[in-house]
């Protein structure tokens, strides 16, 4: 890269003066093109009075620039055509729909390009106001989550990144891509930057790189988009520097992307998978979480190709095979000759991603040791606790790929299936059918039996708040976005879990703070495809970044949030219930700290108050379902809508 | 510290109590798919006073794991009496929780000693309890749940 010279003085310069020059700043606005930016900081020393401390005073040009009491030059740099344009470019030929950001200064230059170049401008990506970078990141969560792919999100240096960790952490723990870029403005706020600013973050990113020329960080980005998607998924990071932003790169191309290599089973099991489905009496396919969409579609294709019965993990969270598909269920004979386990425990063949502990084991060099992340250091193992559940005992992991190796089993099954196989196929198929059907309908008809309990009681119950919803999406294409775990998991039992992202599953890490936010970014993949997405929003979560309420309104998001409004973090104030009862001191003070009382919040006024439409506190059930027929209709004109719901604590 | 888990989760299983498991594995109701428990309410005397009954009810956090009105949560009881029986059953039954420390936080139903719960404050818990009745109407009564159903049987794909 032709790096460019250096302004003399940085704006870190100008932070460090206290007093102004006029002169200097006429000085700047004459200053001949090609020249550096000579009119945003006078040269170190130049034209200003040392203050106090030994630090040169800013020029009256600094301070205006900063103050925005002047527009910096138009003359002080040709630029025809800015790195960062570059960079979006490359953002924009990789498919990133969304970039959600909160603003910061190390990042301008991206900034301006994300709004102004291309046309439309602002389009692939489009850029999303986020109020916080947590909202930000976690947007990214959900959309993902949602759509099997990456958006980005942009952070300011240092503080940025610290604002969003706890998201970048939920996200790689639960394995999501998440594409992020930061900046780094090494000449304006000194604490804003650092040496390495991937490192605050290493040890929960699955990659990260730092470039130093213009050419590299069109590599990078690349290079990120790719670690995120490959398994194990996760967080990726490319740190920019605001110089390589605004440089000017006028013969720069971009290189020529090569999508990643996916790690498959060899052609031998393929053959092998492929036979014991064949030959099986009863094969059975159980589904884990497949990457995207497309490998959802690979694990129907081949679950009618051998007429195996399934199961799924639709139910709980996203990318698993389609719950209401007549072969998921347990099929007319639940005596299994072959199970082939897809992101999950199969008996006779288990094809499972790597795990997330092979990363954390290069990644945490300092040795933090999350749980569940590093073998040995607590929490569920090296899997993240993913792979491996399932009743049967299971077949030794084939660490490939699943959806990638899918495309192989299914060419290996067509190639060896015979008409008499065929033909047997086609009859098991039909008594999967009818059996899953009347399973369905029995399972569901003992739920409602149980869901009657509390029906008519005051607060609501949570099993009516989801049924209640149900009847009024069932026919519309649905994203149930936040994590049911608080909330009873109603839907678990009532609703149909048919597309990859009928139910985008739980926090990854379980920190709070998550479900508005990953429902914001889950709007966002919902917003062009007519689908509407469902928040049943707990209280404790939406208090971490209630702001993203504004970015839905602002952006014009297809979702309805309903909240699950039990005014505590109820979870921990059972927990401290049994505390103090096992220490025998009563439980009339284990309210304190985990109870939001005394206030109580009132979510519609919050609601408006971020612009979003609203209604509530309701606690009389006969008049919910109103009130989520208006909420369901704002949703599908793409308005934003929250209906406040006081509710059993479960 | 090893050893001091392993001392700990011993006393825990020596300790004559009802289990952990007992206190907090089962199902309430409106989870799963149970049957809406349909024992009838107990006719045993009641001897508090269950307006201020009510008041200890959430004080004391009842509702945490009963639902505001017993019938919800994770451990519902209206209509699955069991240990509410009698008024002498319900104050057994809380001063014998479990009361070991647990090494990982639990919901399980607490220990109400009577320092911390008098007896007349538990009698008054009960006689509020027992005013508690099923709210929920029969299936055929809920338009909602029956449409759920309906749509579930025309989905035959």
Same mark, same amino acid.
């Given at each position: ?6 302004? &003399? ?9 206290? %007093? ?5 700043? %006429?000085? +700047? ?6 020249v550096?930016?000579q ?13 106090p401390?030994?630090?040169?005073? #800013?020029?009256?040009?600094?301070i /205006? ?10 003359t ?10 570059l ?7 990789l498919?990133i ?12 230059g ?12 602002n389009?692939? #990506? ?5 109020l916080?970078?947590e909202?930000a990141?976690?947007m990214?969560?959900?959309?993902a ?5 990456p958006m980005?999100?942009?952070l ?13 952490y939920?996200?790689y723990?639960d394995r999501? #891509?998440?594409?992020m ?11 804003h ?7 605050m973050v290493?040890? !929960?990113?699955?990659?990260?790189a730092?470039?130093k020329t ?15 998607i490959?398994?194990?998924?996760g967080?990726?990071?490319v740190?920019?520097?605001?110089e ?20 498959t ?11 014991? *489905?064949l ?10 979480? *497949?990457?995207?969409p497309?490998?959802?579609q ?6 009618e ?18 719950q209401?598909?007549h072969l998921?269920?347990?099929?007319a004979?639940?005596?299994?000759d !072959? ?9 006779q063949?288990s094809?499972t991603? #790597?795990? *997330?502990a092979k ?13 569940g992340?590093v ?10 606790g ?14 490939a790929?699943?959806? %990638? ?10 190639r ?10 086609q009859?098991?198929? +039909? ?16 739920a409602?039996?149980?869901k009657?309990?509390? @029906?008519?009681?005051?607060p ?7 049924a209640?919803?149900w009847?009024?999406?069932m026919?519309?294409? @649905?994203?149930?976005? &936040?994590? &049911? ?5 109603h839907?678990v039992?009532? @609703?149909d879990h048919?597309?990859?992202? &009928?139910?985008l599953?739980?926090?990854?890490a379980?920190?709070?703070? !998550?479900?508005?936010?990953a429902s ?11 689908r ?7 209280d ?5 970044s209630?702001?993203?309420? @504004? ?5 014009k *998001? ?14 921990e104030?059972m ?20 109870t939001?009382r005394?206030?109580?919040?009132? !979510? ?8 979003m439409?609203?209604e509530?506190p309701?606690? /009389?059930?006969?008049?919910?379902s ?5 909420g ?5 004109r793409?308005e ?10 479960r | 510290m ?22 907090? $594995? ?5 989870? $799963? ?16 006073n269950a ?8 004080t ?7 639902g505001?009105n017993?019938e919800t $949560?994770?451990?519902?009881?209206? $209509? ?7 008024e002498?059953?319900?104050l057994t039954?809380?001063?014998g929780?479990a009361?070991?420390?647990p ?7 607490p ?6 719960l008098?007896?007349k404050?538990?009698?008054d818990?009960y006689?509020?309890i027992?005013t ?6 029969e299936?055929?009564?809920i338009?909602?749940l029956n449409?759920?159903?309906e749509?579930?049987?025309?989905d035959?794909?």
């Amino acid at each position: 890269m032709a790096k460019s010279q250096k302004t &003399s003085v940085g704006r870190r310069g100008f932070l460090r003066n206290a %007093a102004a020059g006029a002169a200097a700043g %006429a000085a +700047a606005l004459v200053t001949p093109p090609l020249v550096e930016a000579q009119g945003q900081g006078q040269g170190r020393g130049t034209g200003t009075a040392p203050a106090p401390t030994g630090v040169p005073a #800013p020029t009256q040009a600094q301070i /205006d620039r900063e103050t925005g009491n002047v527009r910096p030059p138009s003359t002080v740099r040709t630029i025809t055509r800015p790195g960062s344009d570059l960079m979006v470019q490359t953002i924009r030929d990789l498919g990133i729909e969304y970039v959600a950001a909160n603003p910061g200064s190390s990042f301008e230059g991206l900034q301006e390009s994300f709004i102004n170049y291309g046309n439309p401008p602002n389009k692939m #990506p489009e850029f999303i106001t986020a109020l916080h970078e947590e909202s930000a990141v976690t947007m990214a969560h959900g959309y993902a989550k949602a759509e099997g792919k990456p958006m980005l999100a942009l952070l300011h240096g240092t503080i940025g990144i610290q604002h969003g960790a706890m998201s970048v952490y939920q996200a790689y723990y639960d394995r999501v #891509p998440v594409l992020m870029i930061a900046g780094n403005d090494p000449d304006f706020i000194a604490a804003h930057t650092a040496h390495d600013m991937a490192g605050m973050v290493r040890s !929960y990113t699955k990659w990260d790189a730092e470039p130093k020329t213009i050419d590299e960080a069109l590599v990078a980005i690349q290079r990120a988009y790719n670690e995120a998607i490959t398994p194990p998924m996760g967080p990726t990071l490319v740190v920019l520097g605001s110089e390589i932003q605004k440089d000017n790169a006028p013969n720069t191309k971009i290189p020529a992307y090569k999508p990643p290599v996916f790690v498959t089973i060899d052609a031998t099991r393929a053959r092998e998978i492929a036979k014991g *489905l064949l030959e099986a009496q009863n094969p059975r396919i159980a589904v884990g979480r *497949l990457r995207t969409p497309e490998g959802v579609q690979r694990s129907v294709e081949l679950a009618e190709l051998v007429g195996a019965s399934t199961s799924t993990a639709a139910t709980g969270g996203p990318m698993s095979f389609p719950q209401r598909h007549h072969l998921c269920g347990p099929g007319a004979d639940t005596t299994y000759d !072959y199970t082939l386990g897809l992101e999950t425990a199969g008996a006779q063949a288990s094809i499972t991603g #790597p795990a *997330l502990a092979k990363t954390a084991a290069t990644r945490d060099t300092v040795n933090i040791g999350f749980g569940g992340t590093v073998p040995g250091a607590g929490g569920r193992g090296g899997g993240g606790g993913r792979a491996g559940r399932g009743g049967a005992a299971a077949a030794p992991p084939i660490e490939a790929d699943a959806e %990638a190796s899918l495309p192989l089993i299914i060419e290996e099954v067509k190639r060896q299936m015979t008409a008499d196989q065929k033909t047997r196929i086609q009859a098991r198929i +039909a008594k999967h059918t009818s059996a899953n059907h009347e399973a369905r309908v029995t399972a569901i008809t003992q739920a409602v039996e149980s869901k009657r309990a509390g @029906w008519n009681g005051t607060p609501i119950s949570t099993a009516r708040l989801y049924a209640e919803l149900w009847p009024l999406i069932m026919n519309e294409d @649905w994203c149930l976005s &936040s994590p &049911s775990n608080f909330s009873g998991g109603h839907h678990v039992q009532l @609703w149909d879990h048919n597309k990859p992202y &009928s139910y985008l599953g739980g926090q990854g890490a379980g920190g709070m703070g !998550y479900g508005a936010p990953a429902s914001v970014g889950a709007a966002l993949a919902a917003k062009a495809r007519n689908r509407i997405v469902i928040n049943v929003q707990t209280d404790g979560d939406l208090n971490y970044s209630p702001g993203v309420l @504004w970015t839905a309104v602002h952006h014009k *998001l297809p979702m309805l949030t309903v909240m699950h409004n039990n005014r505590a973090w109820h979870q921990e104030y059972m927990f401290v219930e049994y505390m103090a009862g096992v220490r025998g001191r009563g439980d009339d003070r284990a309210h304190i700290g985990s109870t939001l009382r005394d206030p109580y919040l009132d !979510y519609a006024k919050m609601a408006a108050g971020y612009g979003m439409a609203g209604e509530g506190p309701i606690t /009389d059930p006969s008049k919910l379902s109103a009130a989520l027929k208006r909420g369901v209709a704002a949703a599908k004109r793409g308005e934003p809508y929250l209906i406040d719901v006081i509710t059993q604590p479960r | 510290m090893k050893k001091y888990y392993v001392a700990i989760a011993l006393a825990a299983l020596a300790t004559p109590m009802v289990t952990l498991n007992a206190q907090g $594995g089962g199902r309430g109701a409106g989870r $799963g798919g149970a049957q809406v428990a349909n024992v009838p309410a107990p006719t045993s005397p009641v001897t508090g006073n269950a307006a201020a009954g009510k008041a200890l009810y959430s004080t004391y956090g009842c509702y945490a794991c009963h639902g505001y009105n017993g019938e919800t $949560g994770a451990r519902a009881f209206v $209509g699955r009496w069991g240990n509410l029986s009698t008024e002498q059953n319900f104050l057994t039954f809380l001063r014998g929780r479990a009361n070991v420390a647990p090494l990982a936080p639990s919901t399980s139903m607490p220990s109400f000693s009577d320092s911390a719960l008098s007896d007349k404050q538990a009698k008054d818990i009960y006689a509020y309890i027992r005013t508690f009745k099923s709210s929920a109407p029969e299936l055929k009564d809920i338009p909602t749940l029956n449409a759920i159903v309906e749509a579930a049987k025309q989905d035959k794909k």
